[in-house]
């Protein structure tokens, strides 16, 4: 029994501080109690000061629409909401312009400095700490809001939430979350993907991308006002500045919708922009003249806008079943629905009004549509590319095979010209050379007493011309001193024969171009000519042969000299004809290859003959 009672006490007295811990950190997280009505104290510019009850939140604008004013917000909050000694906190979802906030008459917080409308408060939530010295235990804790407010700011007072630290804490970051963060993030997207839009629009000048690129980069004002308490625009102009890029993002939005569908009746098309110029000028006359309404009816007129583009929209989606036309669908009903939401309970403050904008959350889809459209035709450009550069692989194939074909029918063609040409022209020679001495020394031998030595001279000559004709055959185009060298070897026998002694003087002559048979065959005959004429008449006992080049000559040329100390050039007949077809022959065959060719007396003292021939060619 003793034992018994003592495990009880000893339980009870474990037990008691445990559930003190609990019932502590119950109340330490206990749920923030939220303000519903404060007494407030309003004097608009122009009208009679105004004390009176006002529930919360209270929208400065919908009570005083173009006025400006100060603004004073007296609360009492419970003890009992937050334990004793326990920290707490404040936390305002909305106020401005410029705010004081005082806890229990001593300031607990500031946000700009009241009448210097340099700083807006209302574009973030607030959480305003509470030293627990400024608690008053036992009775109401009073709070204060004090602020200046500027025309057309949005100004007036939201949900007050009053709590602990800890409770209010993750509150406060997830509305900053929600409100402040996701503008940010707006914002840089929108300057992104508008960055890349105004890019791709340079170098494509594609109206879709342009249209995207000014929608938004307007956006990125209107999200960043959201967020940015001290521009440095004074107020009423940056105000009208919003509204402008707010209208520009909203219209062309619209505009892009119908560019992406690829459906632009002109009637639509300029309605668009009538609507767009007609919401501007009412924005700046609103902010100009202190005239809310009017900035009220042009975003009406957007709104309108939006709806009638949506048809459209449907119609693809449901009727032509396109995926990008439902996609579309889904974001812009998300866009009607949130700027109805913006336009009735935000701006006009009907059926029970919000705190909040939806708009700027559902325009941000169409950033990722863009997205999506980016990515879908590069896809599409690419495998258009990739489709293409088979096609002309293929079209490559084929047409080299058909060059191959066309270039070994010609090359054969070539071939058969080149042999065919051959043929021909060693039948004209073997026809005018071997052939016309043949023919003489028919006509020779057919004589009653032919003359043996004349005979012997035909058949000679016959030779010659067979060996020449045979030597052009050699591939030795390109080699002017071998040329020159097989025919000193088919003349050598003979002059020896004769008892001329040949001088052959060859300079060094460089590689040249090729040149044809037919050039080295003239060339033979030319100087086999000379010779024969030098064993025939001359009565030479010497023949010099010499042959240089001249690269320093225009143009560059091979000199040949043919010079002999025979009895010299024969004397003119009186009858003036000349004696006969051999020296014809040789400047016939010298013009034929482009050569100069020179016959004249060798020494006025001693006689003899030069010919002289200047062939020009060019090396190799």
Not at 219 to 234: F, I, K, M, S, T
């Amino acid at each position: 029994m003793i034992a018994r009672r003592m495990r009880r006490w000893l339980l009870a007295v474990l037990g008691l501080p445990l559930l003190a811990a609990v019932l502590h950190a119950h109340a330490a997280t206990a749920a923030p109690m939220e303000v519903g009505f404060a007494e407030a104290t309003l004097e608009p510019d122009g009208l009679p000061r105004q004390v009176r009850r006002v529930p919360l939140p209270f929208r400065w604008d919908h009570e005083f629409p173009g006025r400006g004013g100060k603004a004073s917000y007296r609360m009492e909050l419970p003890d009992a909401a937050v334990p004793a000694g326990a920290p707490s906190a404040l936390l305002m979802t909305g106020v401005g312009n410029q705010v004081a906030v005082y806890f229990n008459d001593a300031l607990v917080a500031s946000y700009g400095t009241l009448g210097d409308p340099g700083y807006e408060a209302s574009k973030g939530n607030h959480l305003v700490h509470v030293a627990a010295a400024l608690h008053r235990e036992g009775r109401p804790q009073v709070l204060e809001v004090r602020t200046t407010i500027q025309r057309q700011r949005g100004a007036g007072l939201a949900t007050v939430q009053y709590g602990t630290e800890a409770a209010l804490t993750p509150i406060y970051r997830a509305q900053q979350n929600w409100r402040n963060t996701s503008a940010i993030v707006y914002a840089v997207s929108l300057l992104l993907m508008g960055g890349m839009a105004g890019g791709l629009w340079l170098r494509q000048r594609d109206a879709l991308y342009g249209c995207f690129a000014l929608a938004a980069l307007s956006g990125v004002a209107r999200n960043l006002d959201r967020v940015w308490p001290e521009v440095p625009v004074p107020w009423p102009l940056w105000g009208a500045v919003v509204a402008v890029c707010y209208a520009c993002h909203i219209g062309l939005i619209a505009r892009f919708v119908l560019l992406v569908l690829e459906r632009n009746p002109p009637w639509l098309v300029r309605a668009i922009y009538a609507a767009l110029a007609t919401t501007v000028a009412l924005a700046c006359a609103s902010f100009a003249f202190a005239l809310p309404k009017l900035w009220t009816g042009g975003l009406v007129i957007l709104q309108l806008t939006s709806i009638v583009c949506l048809p459209y929209v449907v119609h693809g989606a449901l009727v032509e079943r396109r995926s990008i036309a439902r996609v579309l669908m889904a974001a812009g009903s998300l866009a009607i629905l949130a700027g109805a939401h913006d336009l009735l309970l935000v701006r006009m403050g009907l059926f029970g009004g919000a705190d909040y904008t939806l708009t700027a959350h559902a325009m941000f889809f169409f950033v990722m549509i863009l997205a999506g459209l980016v990515v879908e035709r590069y896809s599409r450009t690419v495998a258009d590319y990739r489709a293409l550069n088979a096609n002309l692989a293929a079209r490559i194939d084929e047409r080299e095979a058909q060059l191959r074909g066309a270039f070994d029918t010609l090359r054969q063609q070539q071939q058969e010209q080149a042999v065919l040409l051959e043929r021909q022209r060693i039948m004209r020679e073997i026809h005018d050379g071997v052939g016309s001495q043949l023919v003489g020394l028919l006509n020779v031998v057919t004589q009653p007493a032919p003359d043996r030595k004349v005979v012997e001279e035909h058949v000679k000559l016959a030779l010659d011309e067979m060996r020449m004709a045979v030597d052009s055959l050699q591939p030795t185009h390109d080699d002017l001193p071998t040329v020159l060298a097989t025919l000193r070897y088919r003349l050598q026998p003979r002059l020896d024969a004769a008892g001329i002694e040949l001088v052959w003087d060859v300079a060094v002559i460089p590689p040249m171009a090729p040149f044809a048979a037919q050039a080295a065959l003239q060339l033979q005959r030319i100087l086999l000519e000379a010779f024969t004429n030098v064993l025939k008449h001359a009565s030479a006992t010497r023949i010099v042969m010499h042959a240089s080049w001249h690269g320093e000559e225009s143009p560059p040329l091979v000199r040949i000299m043919l010079t002999d100390n025979g009895r010299g050039l024969p004397k003119a007949p009186a009858d003036g004809r000349p004696p006969g077809h051999g020296i014809s022959n040789m400047r016939a065959r010298a013009q034929s290859i482009g050569a100069k060719l020179q016959i004249e007396t060798a020494d006025e003292r001693t006689g003899g003959t030069r010919v002289l021939l200047d062939w020009p060619c060019t090396l190799a």
